[in-house]
């Protein structure tokens, strides 16, 4: 009976998610889909939001554009890929009156366009540690508070390499990959209990690509989707509970290629990548 009445309180949890008035941790506030996520988030969904990252005067820049509505927004510097800096995000956070309910796990990085054996060991772990083991603290933090919470959801924006890996993205299409591949084993182990999708966007226009040590074409901008349509979209999934966001006709058609022949459509775009003789790709085919 208490099995049946347990059953009964997660399905009805299940059916009652909503992004609406929720307390919200976004990584990666103080810039890119972080930032447009965050003033979606308080501005349509009337979330209070707690945005993280390194840089204060950025996170203070967020808190700028939300004007009147700057009281639904807190921030705190933190660095992501510490684990020191989540437990004390998780603890200090309940010590100042935010009892969270939703984690977007938004930060990361791109690394340079490369092959594998041309990074360098720090390249690697930066992008390894940024990319997924962030994810990983972040999940473990607060998935013990949410877990008996009603309405609760852990949001990890992975990427369309994590549905296709393209050349010259090992680090990041692995990283990418792991966190689809954690977010979807988790789902399934807090089924109705927290609501845990995966987002796999293909190129949203923010600073992302300033790391790169080549010049980034215009072309590639032109192609992407701006991050406050990004964030609104994904938003407006999550609302609904999809399990897997897809986001931009690049990541979908990323994706349908591989489904449909795996070796043969990373060798496709590895022709196209080659064939476009843009400056950001020519360390892959030196
Ligand atoms: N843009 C795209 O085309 C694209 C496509 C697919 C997926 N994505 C994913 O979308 C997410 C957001 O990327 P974006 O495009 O918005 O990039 P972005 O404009 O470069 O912003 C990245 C954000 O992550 C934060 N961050 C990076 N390292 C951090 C760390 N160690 N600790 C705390 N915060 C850190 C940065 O804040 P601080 O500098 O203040 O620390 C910044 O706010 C990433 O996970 C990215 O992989 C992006």
Redesign the pocket.
């Known amino acids: 009976m208490n099995g049946h009445v347990k059953l009964g309180e997660r399905l009805r949890n299940r059916k009652k998610f909503t992004l609406y008035d929720k307390n919200v941790i976004v990584?990666?506030?103080?810039?890119?889909?972080?930032?447009e996520l965050t003033l979606c988030l308080v501005k349509k969904y009337r979330c209070h939001v707690l945005g993280?990252?390194?840089?204060e005067q950025?996170?203070r820049e967020t808190a700028e554009l939300l004007g009147d509505a700057a009281d639904s927004f807190r921030f705190r510097v933190?660095?992501?890929?510490k684990r020191e800096d989540w437990r004390s995000l998780a603890a200090e956070a309940a010590a100042d009156g935010f009892n969270a309910d939703v984690l977007i796990?938004?930060?990361?990085?791109?690394p340079r366009f490369a092959r594998f054996g041309d990074y360098s060991e720090e390249e690697i772990e930066k992008g390894m540690?940024?990319?997924l083991q962030?994810v990983m603290y972040g999940c473990r933090a607060f998935l013990p508070l949410f877990e008996n919470k009603q309405g609760t959801a852990i949001i990890n924006?992975?990427?369309?390499?994590a549905l296709c890996p393209l050349v010259g993205t090992s680090v990041?299409s692995a990283g990418?990959a792991a966190v689809k591949a954690l977010s979807e084993a988790m789902r399934e182990e807090y089924r109705c209990r927290v609501y845990i999708p995966t987002?796999?966007?293909?190129?949203?226009?923010?600073?992302?690509?300033?790391?790169q040590s080549r010049a980034v074409s215009p072309l590639v901008n032109l192609a992407?989707m701006p991050?406050d349509k990004a964030a609104r979209v994904i938003l407006r999934r999550v609302n609904v509970r999809r399990s897997q966001i897809v986001l931009g006709a690049d990541a979908h058609f990323m994706s349908l290629a591989y489904r449909i022949a795996p070796v043969w459509s990373l060798r496709l775009f590895r022709v196209f990548m080659k064939a476009s003789g843009l400056a950001l790709f020519a360390d892959i085919f030196e």
Do not use: E, H, Q, W
Not at 105 to 110: D, E, H, P, R, S
């Open positions: 990584t990666g506030a103080s810039g890119g889909l972080g930032r993280v990252g390194r840089n950025r996170l933190a660095d992501v890929t796990n938004n930060a990361g990085i791109l540690d940024t990319n962030s924006i992975a990427s369309a390499d990041y990418k987002v796999c966007p293909g190129f949203i226009r923010t600073d992302i690509m300033k790391g992407s991050a």
